[in-house]
Structures are given as C-alpha cells and as structure tokens.
C-alpha cells in the first residue's frame, strides 16, 4: 500500500517523514521535484510518466506543491520581469498540476494543492474549475505555526492556501499564528529566506500525516 506521493513540495519532508511514521516497504512512492531528479515535469514525457506512476501505485495521498516563482508577489512589489519562456514552462508546471489534481480526484484518492496565500497562480484560468469541486475544501494557514524560521531562528508567518479533499488533513493543518511572537521578513532579503520559506518543516509534514491517520 502506497501511503503517500510528493511533487514539486523540495526537500521532500513528507516523504522522510511518512517512510519514518509507516516504515513499510511502499509505504511512499519516489517523490518528484522540478528538474531536480533528471526528469523535466515540464516534458508531456515526464508528465505522463509520473501520472502513469500515481495510477500504478495508486498513493492514498499525492501533495502537489506547484512552483510559486513566477507567481509570486515579490515580481510585482519590486518590479521583477519574467521572461515569455519563464511565464511558459510556469504555466505548463501549473496545468501538468491540475492533471495530477485530477488524477487524484478520478481514482478517488486524496489530494493536497498548497501554495502561498499570495500566489498569483490562484487567479490563473487554470484553476478555475477547481474552484467549482466541492470535493477541494479551502484551507488557509500559517506556517509559523508549524516552527518555520529563518536561518537567525526568527519565526516566519508565511500565510499559505491549501485546497484538500480529506477533511482531516483540512483541520490538522488549519493552524493561524497565535499572535504570540514576532516574525521575520520573507520578501526582499537576498539571503535565501524565501526559498527557506518554500521548504516544509517536519512538523508541517506530520500534521498532514496526522491528518492521513485520522481520515484513514
């Protein structure tokens, strides 16, 4: 039994965690990133590949995390063009997201879509008509609340969208700051804060797994 599938979420957290939670063989289906495993997932190849695989494997849970780069806010507030060949293989990652998405939904098998709460990619005509499924239910949180910090150790709030179709999942994740510390700032530092901000802290992973128990 396949527990869980991870693409595009770096560093791959949830798969580490959950083959450390379950520890059986199978347990976690060999995760995906872009261009980071030798495999373009912006190539139909690619793409059909890893569909091919989430059919054969059938995962209870697939944790697609798009690339947010070229949707970001941070292009607009400081003036950040991106180029016609960024903003295509951006949307090409973005639609093989939705495949997947679907993927999940046909095999009726749960599925977790996360992005910052900022992220442009949420108004994209792409995503339109998942708006519409009352299968995804919308969550937002906070990753402060789930230990996330800069290299100084400073909180960081990170505000983050999640649609899911696994209730549990939905509330072991809908955690929002408790207002009882400060936070560090994400945009504009130049330090590789906001690629720290991109990765899932173990904590994060393990709500989401907790979630998978309970919804099991």
């Avoid at 527990?3 to 060999?30: K, M, N, W």
């Avoid at 995906?32 to 890893?50: I, M, T």
């Avoid at 969208?161 to 530092?189: E, K, M």
Wanted: charged share 25%; proline share 5%.
């Amino acid at each position: 039994l396949c527990v869980v599938s991870d693409v595009f979420t770096t560093h791959f957290e949830i798969t580490a965690q959950a083959a450390l939670r379950y520890g059986f063989p199978g347990c976690v289906q060999e995760p995906r990133d872009y261009k980071l495993d030798g495999a373009d997932l912006s190539k139909p190849e690619a793409q059909n590949k890893f569909l091919s695989a989430l059919d054969r494997d059938d995962p209870y849970l697939t944790v697609v995390a798009f690339p947010c780069t070229q949707w970001s806010v941070i292009n607009e507030i400081f003036s950040i063009e991106r180029s016609p060949e960024e903003m295509r293989d951006a949307r090409k990652l973005l639609a093989f997201a939705m495949r997947v998405v679907k993927n999940c939904l046909n095999r009726r098998a749960h599925v977790m879509l996360e992005n910052p709460l900022t992220s442009r990619a949420w108004k994209q005509p792409e995503l339109a008509g998942l708006k519409q499924d009352s299968r995804l239910i919308p969550v937002r949180c906070d990753m402060c609340a789930f230990n996330l910090r800069d290299r100084d150790g400073e909180l960081l709030r990170k505000p983050t969208r999640i649609w899911t179709t696994s209730a549990a999942i939905a509330n072991s994740v809908s955690q929002r700051c408790n207002r009882s510390h400060s936070h560090g700032a994400i945009l504009g530092r130049g330090d590789g804060t906001s690629e720290r901000a991109g990765i899932y802290t173990p904590e994060f992973a393990n709500a989401i797994l907790d979630g998978v128990d309970q919804q099991w």
